[in-house]
């Protein structure tokens, strides 16, 4: 069983920044991609960002150029970081980790507004 805890949304206003970090705990697991979704009111969930265990990562269209997936692989914590936020990034972010059964973390809110 793995539990992961996120941490690190907040409300931010248009161009700013934050860092959003999704820590994995647990036994005898071992973790191969690690990943980011958003999910804004009134719409699916969507992917942001992906990374695998060597680093190879993936970006949704939306957010490329702007946020930077990264992670740990020693303390099992998968980071996103968010630069020049806007009104539609506004969203829950959940992370998620392949293990290889897929786990969720719990959600974080990230408002982005003036």
């Known amino acids: 069983q793995v539990q992961l805890v996120e941490s690190g949304g907040g409300l931010v206003q248009p161009g700013g920044s934050l860092r959003l970090s999704c820590a994995a705990s647990g036994s005898g697991f071992s973790i191969f991609t690690m990943g980011w979704y958003r999910q804004a009111p009134g719409k699916q969930r969507e992917l942001v960002a992906t990374i695998t265990r060597d680093g190879r990562t993936n970006y949704a269209d939306s957010v490329k150029g702007r946020f930077t997936i990264s992670r740990d692989n020693v303390k099992n914590t998968v980071y996103l970081a968010m630069n020049s936020l806007k009104p539609e990034d506004t969203a829950v972010y959940y992370c998620?980790?392949?293990?290889?059964?897929?786990?969720w973390g719990q959600g974080t809110q990230v408002t982005v507004s003036s």
């Open positions: 998620y980790v392949e293990a290889p059964r897929v786990y």
